[in-house]
């Protein structure tokens, strides 16, 4: 062995082992966050994966280390070009509201993505995606709630305006109606007719201008989806299986009752009816679950409102059509031939005033509405006033 060789320090087992400890605690950090977090090397080969991202997107890191970005995500997903910008560029991207289509999950998923290299290690490239779910959740119940206002000061407009005229004009063609020759009778009797579907309508639209508080008490939400299911297997979804995935520990919601039944049953109806569009056989899943830290923020106040009951009505009927998807919670938006296009908006209005949030995402042979309220506070007195902000 030369001097030189004798003279060259050897590797030092300090930094050695800070070194091994750092990667660690980074794995650990990484490994801790709640959003999907990949790491992307050389020719787009996926070299680190948390728990989230194995979530995410469906397979495990093992699995993700044998393919590349390309081949995990599918073709023509935009990921695969942000990544690309951040390796030809050098500097971080972020890009907000991006649909995500991924080979072994139907449908796509609304994202935000943080990309950026990785530093003091060339060639690497780290990828955070957040899924926009909650947020669209919470845009969509402050939508709701906007256009209910709406609908309340159309209906006192219409009551008032509306209601009292109509009553004059059945009665005068129902005074008219017995001089009448056969073929201007039956004119008259379309003016009846015509005059009570239209009354109908505007008592319809009179429960959102109804501001009362609600009569709330202890309700457990099983008995009441078990009666609203026996109501549709008696009638409309007779021949529609329907199946039930309860979280047997859920609490009692604060609540009305018969409100609540209203609620439900409609959404179940929209759910049958979906189902039976299609040719194929379907089925409709009705699931509770409890999800705590699930909090929202009352507008207007700081108060901040616990809804940790979740209950959703899946079907796999033929799904909601794009174009309405932004405004299926608004009065008159319907897609049936003699829809009102009353029924989801009275379900928001039924939902907002129980201090809850309802929101759905949608696709062909995979519709899920999705209802979170809150607990019934443990001692409270039922007050009518709504649940209380937590």
């Excluded at 999907?36 to 280390?65: C, D, K, T, W």
């Excluded at 009752?257 to 209203?262: F, G, T, V, Y």
């Excluded at 194929?280 to 705590?292: C, D, K, S």
């Amino acid at each position: 062995m030369s001097s030189q060789s004798r003279n060259e320090p050897g590797p030092n087992p300090v930094a050695a082992g800070a070194a091994a400890r750092r990667h660690v605690e980074h794995d650990m950090l990484l490994a801790a966050l709640p959003h999907p977090i990949l790491v992307v090397g050389e020719a787009e080969r996926i070299v680190y994966a948390n728990q989230a991202a194995e979530q995410f997107f469906s397979m495990s890191i093992a699995v993700m280390r044998r393919q590349t970005l390309r081949e995990a995500v599918g073709f023509g997903c935009p990921l695969v070009a942000l990544v690309d910008q951040v390796r030809r560029s050098g500097a971080s991207v972020n890009e907000y509201g991006i649909d995500i289509a991924l080979p072994r999950i139907e449908g796509s998923r609304l994202v935000d993505i943080y990309a950026g290299p990785v530093p003091e290690q060339g060639g690497l490239t780290i990828v955070m995606i957040q899924q926009r779910s909650m947020a669209q959740m919470i845009e969509r119940h402050l939508t709701h709630r906007t256009a209910a206002r709406t609908v309340s000061g159309m209906a006192a407009v219409l009551a008032h305006e509306i209601k009292n005229p109509l009553s004059g004009i059945r009665g005068a063609a129902q005074l008219l109606e017995p001089g009448l020759g056969d073929e201007d009778r039956a004119l008259a009797q379309l003016i009846c007719s015509e005059t009570d579907r239209i009354r109908n309508l505007v008592d319809r639209m009179e429960v959102f201008g109804d501001e009362r508080p609600l009569q709330l008490e202890p309700v457990n939400i099983h008995a009441v989806l078990d009666h609203v299911c026996r109501l549709a297997q008696a009638g409309f979804a007779s021949s529609i299986p329907i199946s039930a995935e309860y979280d047997p520990s859920l609490p009692p919601v604060a609540a009305n009752r018969d409100k609540l039944i209203q609620a439900f049953l409609n959404l179940l109806k929209n759910a049958a009816e979906a189902v039976s569009e299609l040719p194929e056989p379907g089925r409709i899943i009705l699931r509770t679950a409890f999800r705590p830290g699930v909090r929202m923020t009352v507008p207007g106040t700081t108060s901040r409102v616990a809804l940790p009951l979740m209950i959703e009505i899946e079907d796999t009927g033929i799904g909601v059509p794009e174009h309405i998807k932004q405004q299926l919670f608004d009065p008159f938006v319907t897609t049936k031939t003699r829809g009102s296009g009353l029924g989801l908006a009275l379900v928001g209005k039924i939902i907002r005033d129980h201090g809850g949030v309802i929101e759905f995402e949608s696709e062909r042979r995979h519709t899920v509405f999705r209802v979170l309220l809150p607990l019934q506070v443990a001692g409270a007195k039922p007050t009518g006033k709504g649940p209380q902000n937590g």
